[in-house]
């Protein structure tokens, strides 16, 4: 039963390379959000360069909120498509050796410079790791769409990973149709909401969100999903005070 909530890792190129400072300054205000949200989420989920812009690891983030001392379940994407083996080899034991508590095996966003593609699945590399034991220490997720075609998603079904993240959703109803087909098989499901606001209108538009399906009562849209799956993502990629007045009233509401 875990609520999380999503963050980026800072940059390291923005226009140019940043400097240490400037990293190191940003990395201090990510930490300092994680340790607010964290006093109403039971997890923190870290991406993995988002859009394909280099930011710092998500692993390397996630060993720091471990020395924080901060008790929250912590996951990670890690994007495969400018990854090979050995590489996704060596994130997968640092996140083990560092006490993360799971990753999300993903393709990823398509990077503006370098190689444009690994040619590696992201079922196929689960079931490698699966295959050298590596899930006996850590969770595997691969991510899903709002409202998949099952025969589509079979093979991701048949490396049977921990669970599932989806993509964003606007309605209970696709995560109830994702609950009565795989919580039956053993899955967890993490359903993916945005926050609706104006910062995050881009962002909704750009992933084909309807805010107005959920804006009037977000609280009980986020109660009707959680009851169904006991698990969360809550994702705000623009607008941390909004998603952090969510947290709050739903904790202090025991809505989740």
Do not use: W
């Amino acid at each position: 039963m875990t609520v999380r909530y999503e963050i980026n890792p800072p940059r390291v190129i923005q226009n140019k390379i940043l400097s240490h400072r400037e990293v190191r300054s940003s990395l201090t205000k990510v930490q300092k959000r994680i340790g607010l949200a964290g006093k109403y989420c039971d997890g923190i989920h870290l991406t993995d360069s988002v859009l394909g812009i280099p930011r710092i690891s998500p692993i390397t983030t996630g060993a720091m909120i471990r020395k924080n001392g901060l008790d929250l379940d912590i996951t990670a994407s890690l994007r495969v498509r400018d990854r090979n083996i050995t590489a996704l080899t060596q994130s997968v034991y640092d996140a083990i050796l560092l006490g993360l508590d799971g990753l999300l095996i993903l393709k990823g966003d398509e990077p503006p410079k370098g190689p444009k593609d690994s040619k590696l699945v992201p079922s196929e590399v689960v079931r490698h790791f699966k295959e050298l034991g590596f899930d006996k220490n850590l969770d595997f997720f691969l991510s899903i769409p709002a409202e998949p075609d099952f025969d589509k998603i079979q093979k991701k079904i048949d490396v049977e990973p921990t669970g599932f993240v989806t993509q964003v959703i606007q309605s209970p109803d696709q995560v109830f149709r994702l609950a009565d087909a795989l919580k039956p098989q053993g899955f967890k499901i993490i359903p993916c909401l945005m926050i609706p606001s104006e910062n995050n209108s881009n962002s909704a538009k750009m992933v084909g969100v309807d805010f107005s399906k959920y804006e009037r009562d977000v609280l009980g849209f986020i109660s009707k999903i959680y009851k169904a799956t006991k698990d969360v993502l809550i994702t705000s990629p623009n607008d941390f005070k909004a998603s952090l007045k969510v947290l709050a009233k739903l904790k202090k509401a025991g809505v989740v």
